[in-house]
């Protein structure tokens, strides 16, 4: 499964922001994931494209959402009030093999290529 991400660039502190990615073929769980400068690539949230809420690595989430599109295989993130904390390279990821409410880095098996987010102050 290829995975193509759109979105992301300089942003102002405090804006919205929403990061796309969409699937070339069928995938169980999507999800996202970022690495800030200097900083090893963390889970930020995911969801299981059959159905299901979406789960996030800080629960509840207090500035972002996940949201699925199942008929494109798609998966948006969604952040709200943009600080330069956030300024990181976003990747989508998905696994085609079906674990359960996955938030490793091994138990995706496809990645973006990855966006870069950078948050003015």
């Known amino acids: 499964v290829q995975l193509q991400a759109s979105g992301g660039g300089l942003v102002q502190s405090g804006d919205p922001l929403r990061l796309s990615c969409e699937a070339s073929g069928r995938t169980i769980n999507m999800a996202w994931f970022r690495q800030a400068p200097g900083k090893e690539r963390q889970f930020v949230g995911g969801?299981?494209?059959?159905?299901?809420?979406?789960y996030y690595e800080e629960d509840p989430p207090s500035r972002l959402r996940i949201i699925r599109d199942s008929a494109k295989i798609a998966v948006s993130l969604l952040i709200y009030a943009l600080k330069p904390e956030d300024t990181a390279v976003y990747y989508c990821?998905?696994?085609?093999?079906?674990?359960?409410?996955?938030?490793?880095?091994?138990?995706?098996?496809?990645w973006g290529q990855g966006t870069q987010v950078t948050v003015s102050s």
């Open positions: 969801v299981n494209m059959n159905g299901g809420y979406p």
């Open positions: 990821a998905a696994d085609t093999m079906g674990v359960i409410r996955p938030s490793r880095i091994h138990e995706y098996d496809s």
